[in-house]
């Protein structure tokens, strides 16, 4: 396993603007998720995919918040007309749930969004 | 629904010294419980898990958490902690049907002081 990756690592962007987050999660994990962490909180749950089909979204994600996992295989995560409420460190995670289903979920490195 | 409470949010002790780190949760369902860790600037890593079986379970790194389901509890200990551990340290609990999503608790900051 080559583990989840995030790209980019870091981002700094002006308020209003777009930006674009991918994650490439364990090859043959069926399952991705999104997770947002604020400083000193523990990470919250954005969406989840199963396969290409996006199955839930929190309240949290508003409708400036898309996530899309065409292929079933990478993701992203887009945030249109940033604010600076949105400066957090976005976390991408994967999982199988065949036989052999361990339970945890693996995370990426995760991507800091600063929104200036 | 779930929810997980980390009743400490900083815990201070001395290297060498033994830690507890205390969790509890709630949740209408079975669940399974983790523990991860989170070192400055990068993502999570998994400690240990409890998905059934002994409710005493060792992970990584010379950590051991014990489930106890009538207390809802799932804290976290170390014998003999070093310099290395300072980390935050997160419970999480997951739904076994459904989602599956974890469930995170606000964290722990631990410092170990020489």
């Known amino acids: 396993d080559t583990g989840v990756s995030q790209n980019p690592r870091h981002k700094i962007t002006k308020r209003g603007q777009n930006v674009t987050f991918r994650c490439d999660p364990i090859?043959?994990?069926?399952?991705l998720y999104w997770y947002r962490q604020t400083l000193g909180q523990g990470p919250e749950f954005l969406t989840y995919?199963?396969?290409?089909?996006?199955?839930?979204k929190s309240r949290l994600l508003s409708d400036r918040f898309s996530a899309e996992r065409p292929k079933g295989s990478f993701s992203t995560l887009e945030i249109q007309r940033t604010e600076q409420g949105d400066s957090a460190m976005y976390l991408c995670?994967?999982?199988?749930?065949?036989?052999?289903?361990?339970?945890?979920?693996?995370f990426g490195e995760g991507s800091r969004l600063t929104v200036l | 629904a779930q929810s997980v409470t980390q009743l400490d949010s900083q815990v201070p002790v001395f290297e060498e010294a033994p830690v507890e780190l205390r969790c509890n949760y709630s949740?209408?369902?079975?669940?399974?419980l983790f523990w991860y860790v989170q070192y400055p600037n990068q993502g999570l890593q998994l400690l240990l898990k409890y998905l059934s079986g002994s409710t005493l379970v060792k992970g990584i790194n010379g950590f051991e958490a014990e489930f106890n389901k009538s207390q809802t509890s799932f804290h976290l200990r170390k014998p003999s902690v070093h310099i290395s551990d300072t980390a935050e340290y997160f419970c999480?609990?997951?739904?076994?049907?459904?989602?599956?999503?974890?469930?995170f608790g606000q964290g722990t900051r631990l410092t170990i002081n020489p």
């Open positions: 995919f199963q396969n290409e089909a996006q199955l839930e």
């Open positions: 090859s043959e994990h069926n399952r």
């Open positions: 949740s209408s369902v079975s669940v399974y």
């Open positions: 999480a609990v997951m739904g076994i049907q459904g989602a599956q999503k974890l469930v």
């Open positions: 995670a994967s999982r199988r749930t065949d036989r052999v289903n361990t339970g945890e979920l693996f």
